[in-house]
């Protein structure tokens, strides 16, 4: 006879109960992301989706969310998302009732992320484009974005010569942070008033920190 401490679903793998799990909830709250991301779960098995919706990840975009409209309001053209990835920020912009946005482009030089932000924010239909593409290679004048959003400052290596490509008062909203012991952030600032110098934005209309357990991250909202 079966212990009755053990779990009901113990044969069961993690992706098999993530995706029951993403379905009952998608079902119950009537939810475009939660029904999103059960289709990632479902068709993408190898994406890293847990890391991308992990809790710090997605309080800093809350955070971005919070303050964006706060400081510029809720009505947007089209807005790029730089370094998208799996097109976690474009869906919550969608998901989110005070953001009337005409489209978002979730642009990332890795092709293998498009097909599962496509799938995320598969309900946004022509709303929402997964494009592959390097930053560096943008036009940004002939695109005129409403907003350009680069949340992962801590990996360009020259972050004012990135902003120098983009047009004279530019909407952008940036991030980076503190967390120098991770190899891969090439450009970490030791803190807000560092990244203030570092953007050296024309007009600054959000500017400000948000302390998590290993690091902490910055935020600057403005114009170039």
């Not at 090439?186 to 110098?197: G, P, Q, T």
Request: aromatic share 10%; glycine share 6%.
């Amino acid at each position: 006879m079966m212990d009755v401490t053990q779990p009901r679903n113990a044969g069961m793998d993690w992706h098999e109960q993530a995706l029951d799990l993403t379905r009952g909830i998608a079902a119950y709250v009537d939810c475009p992301l939660v029904a999103g991301l059960a289709r990632v779960i479902a068709k993408h098995p190898q994406a890293d989706i847990a890391n991308a919706f992990n809790h710090k990840q997605v309080a800093c975009k809350m955070w971005a969310l919070d303050r964006l409209f706060e400081s510029c309001g809720g009505r947007f053209g089209r807005i790029w998302v730089l370094g998208g990835w799996y097109g976690v920020l474009p869906a919550m912009l969608f998901n989110d009732a005070r953001f009337d946005i005409a489209a978002v482009d979730s642009i990332d030089i890795d092709p293998e992320v498009a097909p599962v932000a496509r799938t995320l924010n598969r309900e946004a239909g022509d709303r929402f484009r997964a494009l592959t593409a390097d930053m560096y290679a943008l036009d940004y004048a002939a695109g005129r974005p409403d907003l350009t959003v680069n949340t992962s400052c801590e990996h360009i290596a020259d972050l004012r010569a990135w902003l120098a490509l983009l047009p004279r008062g530019a909407n952008v909203l940036l991030q980076s942070n503190d967390y120098f012991s991770e190899p891969t952030h090439i450009n970490c600032v030791a803190s807000l008033a560092a990244f203030e110098a570092m953007a050296a934005l024309r007009e600054v209309r959000f500017s400000g920190e948000l302390p998590t357990k290993n690091y902490t991250r910055f935020m600057l909202i403005g114009t170039v």
